[in-house]
């Protein structure tokens, strides 16, 4: 079987100034499905570049980034976003103010029939734990509430793979911690393929089975966490990095 995200050799950068410059450069990276990763480094390492690439919101300046069996990223391939079935959950895609919770969890699912779709967005509301609370509007929920939304909109449309953006780095202390471990629960209950990245390291252990460091455009190292040996403890064979 083919792994659900497979990136190999790649880079990325932006036309600036002083020319192109190369934020990341060389990296590779495999996920299985049904597995959960997470890419930490300092901030403006490239972490978001990396997300809004695989996502298709950067071209490929070299290598490819496969979902599946479909190369949707090269120098000569460029699928759109709303082609890939990746689910986004952003630090800075925000939910629409205008549309009530429900609305925004059945954004992309416009062309369902009707029935159909509100019946998933029960389903993502109750899965979220926000059942009673899809009339209301994003002001009227709080910080986690609010990103419980985003991720049923982002679990609705049933991705391939789930993209988080340091999607917690909004919320503080303890609602941070249970939102963390909630939401990693969630994506298992569903086996949903998933890439969190994050500069934060103990979140990452708590939250993935496999992490790795972004060191200078590349994926300095990629490993199972504690806690995917103490769940999975013949997982060694389901991911690979570049050395
Ligand atoms: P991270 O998410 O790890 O903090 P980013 O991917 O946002 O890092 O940024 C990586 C580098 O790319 C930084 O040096 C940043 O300034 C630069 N960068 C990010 N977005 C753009 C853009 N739209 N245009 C030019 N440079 C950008
Ligand atoms: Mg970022």
Redesign the pocket.
């Known amino acids: 079987m083919s792994a659900a995200l497979h990136i190999e050799n790649l880079a990325l ?4 100034r002083e020319g192109f ?1 190369t ?2 450069d060389g990296l590779s990276l495999e996920l299985a499905a049904g597995q959960i990763g997470c890419l930490l ?12 690439a695989i996502a298709g919101f950067e071209h490929a300046r070299r290598g490819q980034i496969r979902i599946g069996n479909d190369v949707v990223s090269s120098p000569r391939q460029h699928t759109p976003p709303e082609r890939r079935h990746v689910g986004l959950m952003f630090q800075d895609y925000a939910l629409f103010p205008h549309l009530s919770a429900a609305q925004n969890v059945g954004f992309g699912l416009r062309r369902l029939p009707a029935a159909e779709r509100e019946a998933r967005v029960a389903e993502m509301l109750a899965l979220v734990g926000l059942a009673d609370l899809g009339h209301r509007h994003p002001h009227e929920l709080s910080g986690g509430q609010q990103q419980r939304i985003a991720l049923a909109r982002a679990l609705a449309t049933r991705p391939a793979l789930l993209l988080l ?2 999607p917690f780095s909004s919320l503080d202390g303890a609602s941070r911690e249970r939102l963390t471990l909630e939401v990693r629960d969630m994506l298992r209950a569903a086996q949903q393929t998933a890439l969190l ?1 994050t ?1 934060n390291a103990d979140e990452g252990a708590r939250f993935a089975d496999f992490m790795g460091a ?1 060191d200078a455009g590349r994926l300095a190292s990629w490993h199972p966490t504690d806690q995917a040996l103490a769940i999975q403890p013949s997982s060694g064979s389901t991911a690979s990095g570049q050395p």
């Open positions: 950068g932006y036309d600036g410059k934020v990341v480094g300092p901030s403006g390492c490239g972490k978001s570049t990396l997300l809004r953006d340091e990245v500069h972004m």
